[in-house]
């Protein structure tokens, strides 16, 4: 398998996170003098900064205390700070968010939403636009192609690929390409468009995104596979974070953007920078159609194994959050964000 631990080196490398600073820690039992908000790495931070900025000055003013943006390094990173406490909310992508979930007492309360018409975003195989690399080609696994896959807890960069065009085939890329590098969406972008890499993952959200900013690198790139389409990223906070500032916190999010006078339409074109619609309400099964999708691969990986003990419990726990998906869709009338 890929060896990520340079990339993430877990619980340690949390404590170094990239930012403004290092973050203020609530004083136990009182509310937070400074609201910590991490903010997923899909780009390098500074990039990030540019753009969040206006909108956290909006939080903090919404909120009424200070809020301090928190960019890590990578996604493990931003689950470790939820989970010791050294940030309180923030914007993650689905896997990293489920790990949040999981692992660091960590609620979906919102997410975001497209502003396109399609509420979903999709996961990409990119090669340079000049190349005559196939889709063919890559799944050859001759070992004579470069390949960028995302953060190990990336959604579109690493989930989505593995889940649905490489473990259905019993393909592990360590053993079909020549190199693997791993790296955010950005990186991986740029690094495809000069040739750098063979063939890399990215997304639907953020080849958009460098075409809005009038960006040459979207061009520069050949899309060879899609996956099908994917939930929005989720806005998660602490369950112990004090509820009058959830309240508030809550508030911002879904009246963000929200209407038709001017400081609406100043709002909406803030969050259109990042290629966000706008938010909405969510909970914690915002996050099944991605448990669904480890389920999935770990039931592949199961079966290529050919151990029928490990088979058998892979497609009991695959077949108990369909399920339990089945059911909500069923009491809601309508399916959950992706399909």
Same mark, same amino acid.
């Given at each position: ?48 900064? %540019? ?14 205390? &200070? ?10 990173? /931003?689950?470790?700070?939820? !989970? ?55 799944? $050859?696994?001759? !070992?004579?192609? %470069? ?5 190990? +807890? ?14 259905? @085939? ?10 693997? @590098? ?9 690094? %495809? ?7 890399? %993952? ?6 958009? /995104? ?5 960006? &040459? ?20 906070? !602490? ?14 999010? /879904? ?12 709002? $909406? +074109?803030?969050?259109?920078? /990042? ?5 909405? &309400? ?20 199961? !079966? ?36």
């Amino acid at each position: 398998m890929i060896d990520r631990r340079m990339l993430l080196a877990g619980a340690g490398a949390a404590l170094g996170l990239a930012g403004c600073g290092s973050p203020e820690q609530t004083a136990p039992g009182g509310p937070p003098q400074v609201l910590n908000f991490s903010i997923l790495a899909t780009e390098n931070a500074s990039s990030l900064e %540019t753009f969040w900025k206006p909108i956290l000055a909006d939080m903090e003013k919404s909120i009424g205390i &200070p809020v301090k943006p928190f960019y890590g390094t990578n996604y493990t990173a /931003l689950i470790e700070a939820l !989970r010791f406490k050294q940030t309180d909310a923030g914007w993650f992508s689905n896997q990293s968010g489920l790990e949040a979930v999981r692992r660091s007492n960590g609620e979906v309360f919102a997410r975001t939403f497209d502003p396109s018409e399609e509420d979903g975003y999709r996961s990409l195989l990119i090669v340079p636009a000049n190349s005559t690399t196939t889709l063919e080609d890559v799944l $050859r696994c001759d !070992r004579t192609l %470069t390949f960028g896959i995302g953060d190990a +807890k990336s959604t579109s960069g690493t989930l989505a690929p593995m889940t649905y065009l490489f473990a259905p @085939r019993g393909i592990e890329p360590d053993r079909c390409f020549k190199q693997v @590098r791993a790296a955010n969406h950005q990186a991986n972008l740029f690094a %495809t468009a000069r040739g750098v890499l063979d063939v890399a %993952t990215n997304n639907s959200t953020a080849i958009r /995104l460098q075409r809005e900013r009038g960006s &040459p690198v979207a061009d520069q790139v050949r899309v060879i596979w899609e996956s099908p389409k994917l939930p929005e990223d989720p806005i998660i906070w !602490r369950k112990d974070l004090d509820p009058a500032v959830k309240e508030k916190l809550r508030q911002f999010f /879904l009246t963000y953007g929200k209407g038709d006078g001017p400081e609406a339409q100043r709002q $909406r +074109k803030l969050v259109e920078a /990042l290629s966000i619609g706008g938010f909405m &309400p969510a909970d914690d099964t915002h996050l099944l159609p991605v448990r669904e999708m480890e389920a999935t691969q770990a039931l592949l990986q199961a !079966r290529n194994s050919g151990d029928q003990a490990r088979i058998a419990k892979a497609q009991q726990e695959l077949d108990a959050i369909r399920a339990e998906r089945a059911a909500i869709e069923a009491r809601a009338g309508q399916p959950l964000a992706a399909q």
